[in-house]
């Protein structure tokens, strides 16, 4: 089964600055479709950016915007002028083309936005 | 614009009762996932469907059980409810067709407590 990977539980970041939180995963396949949802306090799970593997341009969302490397097999989201509201926990998420299409999840980061 | 409804939003079970989750979607989507999140954690998929009427074990599948007799409903089914199963329960559905970039859109979650 495919692994997703988040290695920072926890996140911060000055209002205003940009923050980069890291995403990395494990798949043989060669075609795949990553995601980003942020999970606000009321426990929402809202998407926030989507990358298809077979595009090597970044996915860019208005202040959101992904760093894919393929080779890597990593997915980085880059959060620029923060502000309050993006305080959350962050979810990086895998989807397989096989294996029943199934979503894979990583374990999280917080992020706190300090004013 | 439902999307997908979870019912109820908050339960406390005494341990040894049963209860079903309740999940519709309204989107005509063809997957359906169960998830849990314990505290502080990721996403654990429970049980998933590929269609009315086919359903697979996800990571997580022992105590639950879950059935998809329409497009619509996907509810899922605690028999013998356990201190373990205290968690957030997290319907989501997602298209798998053409476009295969589509994310999954969650329920607001079931908050659920055995004690």
């Known amino acids: 089964a495919q692994t997703v990977t988040q290695s920072q539980p926890e996140m911060s970041v000055q209002e205003a600055e940009t923050v980069t939180l890291s995403c990395t995963y494990d798949?043989?396949?060669?075609?795949?479709?990553l995601f980003w949802y942020k999970q606000p306090p009321s426990r929402q799970m809202i998407l926030v950016i989507r990358?298809?593997?077979?595009?090597?341009q970044n996915a860019t969302e208005n202040r959101f915007s992904v760093n894919f490397q393929k080779a890597a097999k990593s997915f980085s989201l880059k959060i620029s002028d923060s502000q309050l509201g993006d305080a959350a926990m962050y979810f990086c998420?895998?989807?397989?083309?096989?294996?029943?299409?199934?979503?894979?999840f990583g374990t999280g980061t917080s992020l706190t936005v300090i004013p | 614009n439902a999307g997908v409804t979870q019912t109820p939003k908050f339960r406390i079970l005494k341990i040894g009762q049963s209860m079903t989750l309740q999940c519709t979607q309204d989107?005509?989507?063809?997957?359906m996932y169960w998830y849990r999140q314990d505290p502080g954690m990721g996403l654990k998929l429970i049980y998933y469907?590929?269609?009315?009427?086919?359903?697979d074990k996800g990571e997580v599948p022992n105590g639950y059980n879950v059935s998809r007799s329409t497009t619509e409903d996907f509810p899922l089914r605690l028999e013998l409810a356990a201190p373990s199963q205290t968690s957030v329960y997290f319907c989501?559905?997602?298209?798998?067709?053409?476009?295969?970039?589509?994310?999954?859109?969650f329920g607001d979650g079931t908050r659920l407590s055995i004690l």
């Open positions: 989501a559905s997602s298209y798998w067709g053409r476009e295969l970039n589509q994310p999954q859109h």
């Open positions: 798949t043989s396949e060669s075609d795949y479709y």
């Open positions: 990358q298809e593997a077979y595009k090597q």
């Open positions: 998420a895998y989807r397989s083309l096989n294996t029943g299409n199934q979503f894979y």
């Open positions: 989107m005509n989507h063809n997957y």
């Open positions: 469907s590929v269609g009315a009427g086919i359903t």
